[in-house]
């Protein structure tokens, strides 16, 4: 789709935050990639562009769907994801700072889309330091149809109350940018994952490396002399090749000897020249699509047969999300550096998340996560216990190894078994005075708890040995439990 496009009287800007304001998607590719490999697959960073649009739907088709399921696979990298960015939350662009403070002194409105829940892009806008900066959020979780469908930009316009024909649209990946052609608003590709394709490349106004080029694209637009002169020279976008070729030439020759003018002829027919290409280009990928597309009977039932299954669970997302409330949070904020008023904020409520959840499915669902929360405590408390069992297993364990070393040593004279003997007598040694010093204090205040002495030599059930090997049972499973949860803690920072 051919169409004029602009970087003039931008009154709104809509950004990604995923690769686009902040470099989320590299991190969420290397997430998947790593995963892959442990699977033995090999995934691209083209195949995972091509993904990119929505959470809900990203993961349905791709190398791990035979292995994890999309929602348990997503759920995981959202989560790991934003543990790791709090630990780093230095992940904004180059220019992201420098090109919002342009917009806010040049009044322009920013939008922000990102394929993550509203609430945790809020998470990561705060993290970035500029959240207050941005005046309308869309997140993935809304009700609206997935990109490269229109809903979520037509939305974006109307509620900023300004026409697609002054809203510039920062793309970062293919479904984006066919969005934004369905809308005929501008569009500035910056490449993300992958470069340009032709096919982008004949669909975007200019293609960036930063935001500090988009900056400079704003600055300096007004000084571009071609769309003034190019009357005066005889040049415009409706001539052929040929025409505007025979044009140059005869431009180039007359003003021979005037170096400025020369300079904007060549500007100017370099200008409607990229104009033609694009055009060209987007004819040709046309008839490309029509013929890569044109399946015989027996493809075409294979086609059919994958497309219901992916409608299936779709549907079947749609209607879980149906009935969970927690699903139901805002999908959508304007920020406070809007000045929409709150009855816009509500139809907006209804457009995108649709109707309320009845009561039924509401207490059916609360029922249901009770449960959930319930068996959730039991299994931690079964863990619990597996634990304090295994550790004091190892203990026990280990004062059995330790007696029958003992008496297989017993009346050696090597060097080794004295070794061996004066570690064990030293352990059980230390033992004996921690619960010494234990035993006499708690005696000294309570005169029922007897003496270390007592409790241990004159103890008419049980002999001094089994007392000493209890208490070092006892030690043992004290210095496990301590020692993992050390590990555990420094596993953890």
Partial sequence: MFYSQTCENIKLIIFTLDGGLLDLNRLRYNYYRSTCETYHKVATREDFSKMLGNMNTMYDHSLLSDYISAKDFNRMVEKDLFEYIKLKPNIKREGVDELIQYCKQKDIKIAVYTTHKTKRAIQYLQLAKIYEKIDFLIGGDSRLKPLPEVDILEVTCQRMNIDPSHTMVVAN???MVEAANQLLANVIYMPDLVPASDKI????????????????????SKYDSVELFSPLLGMNAQMDLETLTHTRDQLLDKYKDDEQLIALVNRTYDYF?????????????????????????????????VHDKFNDVVLEQEQEDEILPDEQDDTFLFSKASSLDPQRMSELMDI???????????EENKTNEENKNNTLEQEHWLNKVIDVVYNLLISVIIVFFALIVQILFQGDSSKLAQ???????????IINFIFGVLFDILHSFISVIPSYKMFVYHNSSLSSMAVIALLTIISNFILITLIKK???????D
Avoid: C, P, W
Avoid at 356 to 361: F, L, Q, R, T
Avoid at 419 to 429: Q, R
């Fill in 201 to 220: 490349k004949a669909s975007v106004y200019k293609i960036t490396k930063n935001h500090l080029e988009i900056m400079n694209m704003f600055l300096f």
């Fill in 486 to 492: 050390i590990v555990q803690m420094l596993k953890k």
């Fill in 273 to 305: 020249n990229e104009i033609l290409s694009k055009q060209f280009l987007i004819n040709e990928l046309e008839k490309q699509e029509t013929k890569r597309f044109s399946f015989d009977d027996e493809q075409n039932d294979n086609v059919q047969e």
């Fill in 173 to 175: 990946f293919e479904s």
């Fill in 352 to 362: 995108i998340n649709g109707d309320a959840v009845d009561e039924k499915s509401h």
């Fill in 419 to 429: 070794i061996i003997n004066m570690i064990i007598d030293g352990y059980v040694g």
